[in-house]
């Protein structure tokens, strides 16, 4: 329709070095068509134009020292894209990659991901071109202090709620908690979620985001007469979403054979041994070839591309690393070796080609912003926890993020049939939060 069609023209003309961010609203956009077709006043409303601009975006310099006494200068930023229903949430992600178009990118899928968790959280994203592998825990304490000297006039526990994300782990947000704490002169425990348990973090919150894909594959393949169990399986990645989407999988009974870093992937055919992996990643902080070395039977394969690990033989396919890395020359691949269905359990790790190619193929997909919205909901869950000043058991958190991946599944689901789309869950997913968002946005007025 002529609506939809000038309003990508002109995002294309405005955000035309932002590749990631089109790529993500290109992929919403044109699968909730169906939605603006039958809603001819979002056009008088400006809807779809307020909903790809983000209400606030923030960038700013992060002046750091290393160990030998060198001033360093980083990139920071945050972006509070849509606040309707709730405040902004999400990650802080410190990598090499880090630009303004992948922040944008990461926001507008938050926002959608955070409207699926049916609960009170709007979406935001944030982070910096600081590279941690390599550096000392001073130089990475000294970063974040730097980073939060900044971003603490943008954040708060009714305002923006920041978390982790890649190469934002527990020592990270500890850093940056504290300094946080040390500015306000205050104990705002709900400002940041993924915290240690020691300090007003939740149970369960490390395995979130892996378990919550499986528990979505699970309601996934359930509707489709299918299960885990006997299946074999192929995880990219080897960080907190992938090990623990590992482990749930293999609790199901499915055999996970192969996982990956940027450096390349190991494949066990007896299945992956966790321990070791848990051990050299979460302990050691090394890399994945490491396997390899340690149990007998495995292979390694060198490829900083990661791309190797989609041509292994297996039933489901978890790409949990990072965008767009599944290409339609993989999806092809995975598809000519069996392939029955993927789980994104990375941000956008498959590009619109191969999107199209699985769901033409007839691949079950669960798409990313419903797939890992388990670490969201469970940060959420968090804040609740930090507002009440008290702390659920692990098995209550588990149980409420079983029953909200359950519940996001069927959302899911229902907007597919309801609009005649049968099994695309990837429309499916964008059409019951765009259904969300755009209510929360019409009630609250041109804002």
């Not at 900083?304 to 890395?325: F, M, V």
């Not at 080609?353 to 670490?375: M, S, T």
């Amino acid at each position: 329709m002529q609506y939809l069609n000038n309003v990508l023209e002109n995002l294309k003309a405005k955000n035309s070095n932002e590749p990631e961010f089109l790529q993500a609203v290109y992929e919403v956009l044109t699968t909730i068509k169906p939605v603006i077709e039958k809603h001819p006043e979002f056009q008088a409303e400006a809807l779809l134009e307020r909903i790809t601009e983000p209400e606030r975006l923030i960038s700013f310099r992060v002046p750091w020292i290393n160990d030998k006494g060198e001033v360093k200068v980083n990139r920071g930023f945050r972006v509070q894209f849509n606040g309707s229903i709730g405040p902004y949430k999400g990650g802080l992600r410190f990598h090499p990659s880090v630009n303004q178009s992948i922040m944008k990118f990461l926001a507008f899928e938050q926002c959608f991901k955070n409207a699926l968790t049916g609960l009170p959280i709007g979406g935001g994203k944030g982070g910096s071109d600081f590279d941690p592998k390599g550096k000392s825990d001073r130089e990475i304490m000294r970063f974040c202090q730097s980073f939060m000297n900044e971003l603490y006039r943008h954040i708060g526990q009714d305002v923006d709620v920041p978390a982790g994300d890649i190469g934002v782990g527990a020592r990270e947000i500890g850093y940056l908690f504290g300094q946080y704490r040390k500015i306000r002169n205050a104990y705002e425990a709900g400002v940041l979620t993924g915290k240690g348990l020691e300090y007003g973090g939740s149970l369960a919150r490390k395995e979130a985001t892996g378990y919550g894909l499986i528990y979505f594959m699970r309601e996934m393949l359930k509707e489709n007469n299918a299960d885990l169990k006997g299946k074999t399986v192929i995880i990219s990645g080897s960080g907190n979403v992938a090990i623990y989407a590992c482990e749930k999988a293999q609790q199901y009974g499915a055999k996970v054979v192969a996982l990956s870093d940027s450096n390349g992937s190991v494949y066990d055919a007896q299945g992956i041994n966790l321990e070791v992996v848990k051990q050299i990643k979460e302990v050691e902080r090394g890399r994945i070839k490491e396997y390899a070395n340690r149990v007998k039977g495995s292979v390694y394969t060198e490829d900083t591309n990661s791309r190797s690990i989609w041509k292994i033989k297996a039933d489901i396919a978890l790409p949990c690393a990072t965008q767009n890395e599944i290409t339609l020359e993989d999806a092809k691949t995975l598809v000519a070796n069996g392939v029955m269905a993927v789980g994104e359990g990375a941000n956008m790790p498959t590009n619109l080609e191969a999107i199209e190619y699985f769901l033409e193929k007839g691949v079950l997909l669960a798409p990313a912003k419903a797939a890992n919205a388990g670490g969201v909901a469970t940060s959420a869950l968090e804040m609740s926890q930090n507002s009440m000043r008290y702390s659920w058991t692990f098995e209550e958190v588990d149980k409420k993020l079983d029953d909200i991946m359950s519940n996001i599944f069927a959302a899911c689901s229902s907007s597919a049939k309801e609009y005649g789309l049968g099994k695309n869950y990837v429309a499916g997913a964008n059409i019951a939060a765009f259904d969300k968002l755009s209510k929360a946005m019409i009630a609250q007025g041109i804002i």
